[in-house]
């Protein structure tokens, strides 16, 4: 098997990348530019043949447009949050900050606006990639220790299980997005430490933190993770902003 995948990221198995998109002609660039970096590319044209793919076997990352016909962008990444954490990066035409806001809120990791540079799309896509994959420290061929797969983190009524990616609250199994477990795996590290947004985002995204969009972006997903784990996210307990500075988890006994 070949094992090679994106420049700089050492020998592993290849990345299969699934582009959804109704241009033919978005998802050729895609394709061309993504295989030369050494991944495995599937296309898509709707969110209903995207949906046929994935249950055929495993994507590593998905690229997906919003307006397309039968099932639409937003659509296809609610279907695919029920079960799957799979990285996706939106690539859209629609510029608007709602738009963006809404496509993070329901489970993107990344949005990219058309038209776009393809270089910065493999880029993105290396970054995530690596985040995703890295992040764990888990070795490509299952060999992941048992240490790992138990350590799971406990704050009052929460269990983060680190081996599902998941939030279990009060027996519920809660599924998170890798970006939402990564924020709630450095929150509750340390309950009751301040933690700046440079501090989550670089540590959340693995990305560098210039403020502005980023501290929108780290908002909206502090939303959600409310929405997931707070009997009334309006009047959080668990997570709580310390104006001025950043968030924190409240200590409970566990």
Do not use: C
Not at 153 to 159: F, Q
Not at 184 to 205: C, H, N, V
């Amino acid at each position: 098997m070949n094992t090679r995948v994106g420049k700089g990221e050492g020998l592993r198995v290849r990345r299969k990348i699934l582009i959804v998109d109704d241009q033919p002609e978005i998802a050729e660039l895609l394709r061309l530019y993504l295989e030369k970096e050494g991944y495995d590319i599937i296309e898509a044209h709707d969110g209903m043949d995207a949906l046929l793919h994935i249950s055929k076997g495993k994507i590593d990352l998905m690229l997906v447009d919003l307006m397309m016909p039968i099932v639409d962008g937003y659509q296809l990444i609610r279907k695919v949050r029920e079960t799957m954490h799979v990285p996706i990066i939106i690539i859209s035409a629609r510029n608007e900050d709602q738009d963006k806001i809404q496509g993070l809120s329901i489970g993107a990791d990344d949005y990219i606006q058309k038209p776009f540079n393809p270089l910065e799309v493999v880029a993105r896509v290396q970054a995530l990639l690596r985040r995703t994959y890295n992040y764990s420290k888990v070795n490509e061929d299952n060999s992941s220790s048992d240490e790992w797969l138990s350590r799971r983190k406990v704050l009052g009524d929460l269990i983060l299980d680190e081996a599902s990616y998941s939030i279990i609250r009060n027996g519920e199994v809660i599924p998170l997005t890798k970006i939402e477990f990564n924020i709630l795996d450095l929150l509750m590290s340390s309950p009751g430490r301040i933690y700046t947004k440079q501090q989550i985002f670089e540590r959340a995204w693995n990305d560098y933190y210039l403020g502005g969009e980023e501290d929108n972006t780290i908002n909206v997903h502090i939303s959600k993770l409310r929405e997931k784990i707070e009997d009334n996210p309006k009047k959080p307990e668990y997570i709580k902003t310390v104006r001025g500075l950043g968030y924190k988890m409240e200590k409970k006994n566990s």
